[in-house]
């Protein structure tokens, strides 16, 4: 089994709770958001889309889309509902010596609902 894919977020002890930022890394980049104390990371692309996460809204745990109002979960990228299909990856963070770091991904556990998975019903609305 091969090591889970890490990405350095650089130094986030700056990021007060509640905020968020980007971090170009990746394909979408990863949008991390600090809650309760605690870092979050997620693909930077909203699952309907191709929205930047980065540029929604934050309140709490759900991160919401700027363009059609759908939340995600920071905690593990499930979906609150249409118009997004499934949830978006997200990483684990581990904060080393003041540097962040995301870890692997979690795109298995978004919301396997046979929505837009192969083999499944493609759902837009």
Known sequence: ????????????????????????VG????????????????????SHADTPLSEGRLRGYNL??????????????????PPAYTGVPCY?????DGVAVAIGSSSDDTDADGFGEVGGMFRTR
């Open 64 to 81: 919401t889309c700027p363009l059609h109002g759908t939340s995600f979960d920071v905690r593990d990228g499930t979906h609150s509902g």
């Open 27 to 46: 394909e979408y980049g990863i949008v991390v958001c600090r809650v309760k104390g605690e870092l979050f990371a997620l693909e930077d692309n909203c």
């Open 92 to 96: 684990k963070v581990e904060e080393r």
């Open 1 to 24: 089994m091969s090591e889970p894919e890490s990405f350095d977020l650089g130094d986030l002890s700056g990021l007060a709770d509640g905020d968020k930022t980007f971090v170009d």
